[in-house]
């Protein structure tokens, strides 16, 4: 059974930055590219950046660029968003997920692309 486990949500003011971590068991986590996603209040379910199996890649929404960075550490089977220069327009809630298909070649950024995901965490940013 895979599980996907987030958790460093919060509540933090505008300017300020949290670090997300994503713990997935049950899977040979070092063959999938893992992503971030994202749903604000009353919005869709948003992509916010993704990380290749291998760790050689990542990718990013241009609303994050240069303030979000993913990262993933395969020996604790853990996936991170490092969130700095954090704004009111980051609150959501924030999910990890797993690509469906094992070293792919190229990026997943649609949710279809994914078949596990996490519960989710709250990050609320404070203006």
């Known amino acids: 059974q895979v599980q996907l486990v987030e958790s460093g949500g919060g509540l933090v003011q505008a300017g300020g930055s949290l670090r997300l971590s994503c713990a997935v068991s049950?899977?040979?986590?070092?063959?999938?590219?893992m992503g971030w996603f994202r749903r604000a209040p009353g919005k869709e379910r948003e992509f916010v950046a993704v990380?290749?199996?291998?760790?050689?890649?990542?990718y990013y929404a241009d609303s994050v660029k240069g303030r979000f960075t993913i990262s993933r550490d395969n020996a604790k089977n853990t996936v991170y968003l490092q969130m700095n220069s954090l704004k009111p327009e980051d609150t959501a809630v924030y999910y990890c997920?797993?690509?469906?298909?094992?070293?792919?070649?190229?990026?997943?950024?649609?949710?279809?692309?994914?078949?596990?995901w996490g519960q989710g965490t709250q990050v609320t940013v404070s203006s």
């Open positions: 997920a797993t690509d469906s298909r094992p070293q792919r070649i190229g990026l997943p950024t649609s949710y279809n692309q994914y078949n596990y």
């Open positions: 049950g899977r040979t986590f070092s063959r999938y590219a």
């Open positions: 990380i290749s199996w291998s760790g050689g890649d990542t």
